[in-house]
Structures are given as structure tokens and as C-alpha cells.
């Protein structure tokens, strides 16, 4: 029903503010195609001169899985979409998001999780937008979402603002396994910048059995300098 109300309204692109001709999406054919897109290491997801498998950063180091499929850096105007989605509550652009993140994924995790939200943190925001992300993201892809494989058991303080080891300890024992792993899955979050999250919840679901993990976001960004990966 609300879809409908929207479709009967004048709507204007979520971009550049042009009256929309068509309703399928938020943003105009203009602003879709001006997307800013990278080269990118498939595994680490950073910005390569060219796609690669694995760049020399994850060859010296490789992160804590396997590979990492995302749309663009954490900038216009993936800033603005993301703002939107998370904190002003328009939930319809998680179907758009997804489907600009599935386009990046040739070969989709049969199982794809999304990174848990503590209660409070929940309550305070009113849902889990990882969670609202995974399952169009599921949708698109024809894949299952567990929702319920992992629970963020301790608050902990807000990310932004630590390093990488500040991060790492901030989510010390922060995770717990509620369900059964499986050997290939993906995890789902909107935007992945150190690792810290990611890496925490991959030793976890490898200590229960997980062989391959993927990770699936909106926005890949370099860690400010000197944060590691």
C-alpha cells in the first residue's frame, strides 16, 4: 500500500532532485550511470589500478576472508543514500542499495548473514539496516538469509573515531553464534572501512566450523593512515 501512495506522487530523483519520469527507482538514469565505480582487489576490496584477485597488501596480509564485493568508497553519493537509509528511515532504498551491490557478485554465498545490532542500539534506531540490506540483498540474489546465525551479546562504544587496534578491542567477546554454521556464507553490513567488525565475526564463525567467508557492503573505504586494514 505505501508503495502505491509513492508511485502516485510526483517523485524526484534522491540525487539531483529531477522529477522522475518512471518510478522503478529512487535516482534518475543520469545519476545511476554517473555512479562512481573503481577497479578493486577482489579480496581486500581497496582501490586497485585494475581488478585483481589479491593485491600486495593481501599478500603480505590477508584479511580474515576470503573475498569482498562492494559498489564504491564511502563518498558522494553513496554518503547521501546511506545517511537516508540508516538514520532518516527510508527503508525503500534497501531494495535499490541491494540491488546496485548484487550487480558486483558473480558467484553468491549460498547463505548471507547480517552484522547484528545490539538490542539497545536497535531500539534507539528503530531496526537493524544490515539486516533490512541482507534480506533484499537475499532476494536479488536468490540466496538465503540467516538473520538469526549471529546476536551482538555486549554494547559497545561507537567505531568511529578508534583505530584498528581500539576497534579490534572494543568488539572483544562483543559476538555470539545463535545457529548453525555453515561452510560458505557471507556476511552483509553497509560499509566496512578497518575490517575491525569483520574480522571479529569471521574468527568467530571459523571456530564454528565456517570455511569460506564472503562479505557482501555498499562501500569499501581506506582506513585513515597508519589504522591498517
Keep these: 500500500m505505501f508503495r502505491s501512495i509513492l508511485r502516485a506522487l510526483p517523485l524526484r530523483c534522491q ?41 600486495g597488501r593481501c599478500l603480505t596480509s590477508a584479511p580474515a576472508w576470503n573475498t569482498l564485493a562492494c559498489v564504491g568508497s564511502y563518498t558522494f553519493p553513496y554518503t547521501t543514500l546511506l545517511h537516508r537509509f540508516k538514520y532518516q528511515r527510508q527503508y525503500w532504498l534497501a531494495d535499490e542499495l541491494a540491488s546496485l551491490i548484487a550487480t558486483r557478485i558473480d558467484e553468491p554465498a549460498p547463505v548471507i548473514s547480517p552484522i547484528p545490532m545490539h538490542w539497545i542500539r536497535r531500539w534507539h534506531r528503530g531496526y537493524n539496516h544490515s539486516n533490512v540490506l541482507a534480506q533484499s540483498l537475499a532476494k536479488h540474489l536468490g540466496v538465503q538469509c540467516a538473520s538469526d546465525l549471529l546476536k551482538r551479546v555486549r554494547a559497545t ?27 560458505h556464507l557471507a556476511l552483509v553490513d553497509d560499509v566496512v572501512t578497518t575490517g575491525a567488525t569483520m574480522t571479529q565475526v569471521c574468527k568467530l564463525l571459523r571456530a564454528h566450523g565456517a570455511k569460506r567467508i564472503d562479505v557482501y557492503c555498499l562501500c569499501r573505504t581506506p582506513p585513515p593512515s597508519g589504522n591498517g586494514n
Aim: charged share 20%; hydrophobic share 25%; glycine share 2%.
Design 15 to 55: 540525487l539531483c532532485h529531477h522529477r522522475l519520469e518512471e518510478h522503478r527507482t529512487s535516482w534518475c538514469q543520469t545519476c545511476h550511470d554517473a555512479l562512481p565505480l573503481r577497479p578493486r582487489c577482489l579480496q581486500c576490496g581497496l582501490p586497485t589500478p585494475y581488478e585483481i584477485e589479491s593485491c
Design 157 to 183: 562504544r561507537q567505531q568511529n573515531g578508534l583505530n584498528r587496534q581500539s576497534r579490534l578491542s572494543n568488539l572483544d567477546d562483543a559476538f555470539a553464534v545463535t545457529a548453525t554454521v555453515p561452510e
